[in-house]
């Protein structure tokens, strides 16, 4: 049996784990106001602490815990760098779990175990090069050559979504002009819903938008778009197009045997899966959506020790 | 002793190099005009012999023969697949040569090789992951992690040149829009010079061009910025920054331990260097110029028996 850790800025969820990848018990406590590193390390102690004992699993049964962490990770030393949302500050997070416990750690970030995940036990199992697409507030990225994590000088390989696809467009939150996420992310998708349907506030769109408190969520335009409204339509191609031509600068660069997208919006499938397969459809990369949902990135971190 | 032979659609260049990488002899026989297979194959053979047997070096003391191929070539088969300016198609050209020769061959890649060379007895001598950015016509990239060079699903990966910056850019060779090498090749700087003089026929640019037969080369440019030229300074910014967007994208994606400008105009070292250094400052990631000039292909495929 293993721990998988996924901490979050908002909550860590912790699971314990099976040999087969199967989450056999896990909880949620929340991290979201925590401003100090301490009390960020007990709750994730008393986390797992609880998880454990609820299960009724001996805790001689774990042979590790691995956990995912937003943000630099130094997966040598398992020193969590920084994080923007959480209380890390080259906080020694691995050796801290490991001298609790008395179990092997191993910690890495949070979108790696995500694609970690998907790699050993998901949709990639059987592929040695994979790019995964993390979509959501931001865009974040997994990248797997020949079968190892890449982590790049100081664990910042991967940051796909900082990758600058139109030279004249927004300004993103790091600094640059027209990276991926701005106009690809979740976010960026749910803010072009809001923006459009306040000029129709009639549309279907923005009924929807109304009867949500006056803001789209990630499954606003998939209402829409199931019953065939055009401005839900329009919104979703534009969407697609920009998410193509990132997927085609990753098969440009890295040509892999797939690109897995993972985060809460792959959820959609095949709506989101077939465009983006039929734009790619000249070249061997397979375009799939992860397997494991949102529990990619615990079920990785809880496998972390196959990563050799 | 090695054999490197560099592979292009106007010349083949053919050397004879020992075992700390110099160049002891050295030959460059003429690809442009060659429209059959067997010509260029008959070449390639008829070249090695000739400058093995006018070095003076005897045959037996070569142990390995290496080749750097443009376009797509399968490493582990030894195959050409496809080149756009040669007649290689699916063309067994490691296992032809290593019959006719009896010595281990191994060939990749062109830019693949130029990527090696640098790694083995050049700049990048003593990093594991590099990213070398060649900056010709086109602008093309080897990428090395862990100490390999990455080949991607058939061996495509590293066409870093068909990296979308410019969504709402100009049409690219591969059919798709605002691809990196459009606006940051030598060829797309080389255009633009020859564009904006022709509205100033007298500025410094102007007449170069005109002393030039009409147009601009690789040097034009950097002649008028030696003399601070301001319509060559401002042309020159302007490429500049669309390089930074290139390399930040490169460092976002791999975070490389050094990133190598190879290619021609590489030569002209800190002009271009030291730029694009102040605007990846923050990162930890190197920039530096070639340090095997034209030669880092032939010397690339001369080692890449050490590729494993």
Redesign the interface.
């Known amino acids: 049996m293993k721990i998988g850790v996924d901490l979050g800025g908002t909550t860590v969820g912790i699971g314990i784990i099976d040999d087969d990848h199967s989450i056999k018990s896990s909880g949620s406590f929340r991290t979201a106001g925590i401003t100090e590193t301490s009390g960020l390390i007990e709750t994730v102690i008393n986390g797992i602490d609880e998880t454990v004992s609820r299960s009724g699993i001996p805790f001689e049964c774990i042979d590790f815990i691995g956990m995912g962490c937003p943000g630099e990770v130094d997966a040598v030393s398992g020193i969590a760098c920084h994080a923007d949302n959480l209380p890390l500050e080259n906080t020694p997070f691995g050796p801290i779990l490991s001298e609790r416990f008395h179990k092997p750690v191993r910690i890495d970030n949070d979108a790696n175990c995500a694609a970690w995940g998907e790699h050993i036990a998901g949709v990639s199992k059987n592929c040695s090069?994979v790019v995964t697409v993390t979509l959501g507030t931001g865009i974040g990225?997994g990248?797997i050559?020949?079968g190892?994590i890449?982590h790049?000088?100081?664990?910042?390989?991967?940051?796909?979504g900082?990758?600058?696809?139109?030279?004249?467009?927004k300004r993103c939150g790091c600094g640059?002009i027209?990276c991926w996420e701005t106009v690809a992310s979740t976010r960026a998708l749910t803010n072009e819903v809001e923006t459009q349907a306040k000029y129709a506030p009639n549309s279907r769109l923005g009924r929807l938008i109304a009867e949500n408190g006056g803001h789209a969520n990630g499954k606003t335009l998939f209402i829409a778009l199931n019953e065939d409204d055009n401005m839900a339509r329009s919104i979703f191609n534009d969407w697609i197009r920009?998410l193509e031509?990132g997927m085609?600068?990753i098969?440009?660069?890295?040509?892999?045997?797939m690109i897995v997208i993972s985060g809460g919006i792959s959820n959609e499938g095949d709506t989101i899966i077939l465009p983006l397969r039929a734009a790619v459809g000249k070249?061997?990369?397979i375009i799939e959506a992860g397997k494991l949902g949102g529990k990619a990135g615990m079920i990785g971190a809880s496998t972390l020790y196959l990563c050799d």
């Open positions: 090069n990225g990248v050559i020949d190892k890449l790049g000088n100081e664990n910042h390989a991967g940051e796909i900082h990758m600058v696809i139109d030279i004249h467009g640059r027209g920009f031509v085609w600068n098969i440009n660069i890295f040509r892999p045997e070249c061997s990369t």
